[in-house]
């Protein structure tokens, strides 16, 4: 069993910074997996928003949050992080962590999800 916690959102105004947190845990949860941070608006489909390799040395981001979101892990504690900086409204959603072998499989269809911590950025 592989289990993933998001914390570190909220209601924040435009212009704010936020740091999520993914927490994973579980007899099964590896570190070589790589880890994925998505997001979901209402009445929007799901959206990748970056990808960290499991050695933290390869990223990539949707283009829509390059230059203002940063993904990074701490391996030896089993977090991965995503700043969120210079967020606009239309960063609101529901931001979720996922993980699974290697950055490929978590850009496609990763097997393990968190639950989601919702982000609200008002004008």
């Known amino acids: 069993q592989v289990q993933l916690v998001e914390s570190g959102g909220g209601w924040v105004q435009a212009g704010d910074s936020l740091k999520l947190s993914c927490q994973a845990s579980?007899?099964?949860?590896?570190?070589?997996?790589?880890m994925g941070w998505f997001r979901q608006s209402p009445g929007k489909k799901r959206e990748l928003i970056a990808v960290?390799?499991?050695?933290?040395?390869?990223?990539l981001y949707a283009n829509s949050v390059k230059g203002r979101f940063t993904i990074s892990r701490d391996t030896a504690n089993h977090t991965t992080y995503l700043q969120v900086a210079k967020l606009m409204p239309e960063d609101t959603a529901v931001y979720y962590c996922?993980?699974?072998?290697?950055?490929?499989?978590?850009?496609?269809?990763?097997?393990?999800w968190g639950r989601g911590t919702q982000v609200a950025v008002s004008a």
């Open positions: 996922a993980a699974d072998n290697g950055p490929e499989v978590v850009v496609g269809t990763p097997r393990f």
């Open positions: 960290i390799d499991w050695r933290g040395s390869r990223t």
């Open positions: 579980g007899p099964t949860f590896d570190d070589s997996y790589a």
